[in-house]
């Protein structure tokens, strides 16, 4: 189990065990949000890859809000693609069952949380006023 199937697999579980939702209400906004986590960490690292040499990509990111949305759909739609046609819930927990160290997927998954959205805000604010 690779750690954005476990990030998937974590958010619907709690959606399912804590906030007594249905199976496939929790499916689909745990794709969803897990698209959202994801997206917000590529362009987190398209903008740390431009403070060091500027790019056109980069800059596409600062001055567009159509690229935001661009990449916004398309990771939602791989995603959702990906964890209703290839990867199945009942497979994830098993693979979850089978998983020796726990932590260290739980520790990504808290660095993805918090690092993803602050690993953007840092860069993006760091390439707008040019500090490396």
């Excluded at 939702?21 to 960490?41: G, H, P, V, Y």
């Excluded at 403070?51 to 949305?69: E, T």
Aim: glycine share 4%; charged share 15%.
């Amino acid at each position: 189990m690779n750690s954005l199937d476990f990030f998937f697999y974590s958010f619907v579980t709690f959606q399912v065990k804590v906030l007594k939702r249905d199976l496939d209400d929790s499916r689909w906004s745990a794709a969803l949000m897990t698209s959202l986590f994801l997206c917000i960490f590529i362009a987190g690292l398209f903008m740390s890859g431009s403070l060091f040499y500027r790019n056109n990509i980069a800059n596409m990111f600062v001055n567009s809000k159509s690229i935001w949305m661009m990449l916004g759909i398309v990771v939602a739609i791989l995603i959702v693609w990906r964890f209703f046609h290839f990867v199945k819930y009942e497979a994830l927990a098993v693979k979850r069952r089978q998983i020796k160290y726990i932590w260290i997927y739980h520790v990504i998954n808290w660095l993805i949380v918090i690092g993803a959205p602050v690993l953007l805000f840092v860069t993006f604010r760091l390439y707008l006023y040019g500090y490396v």
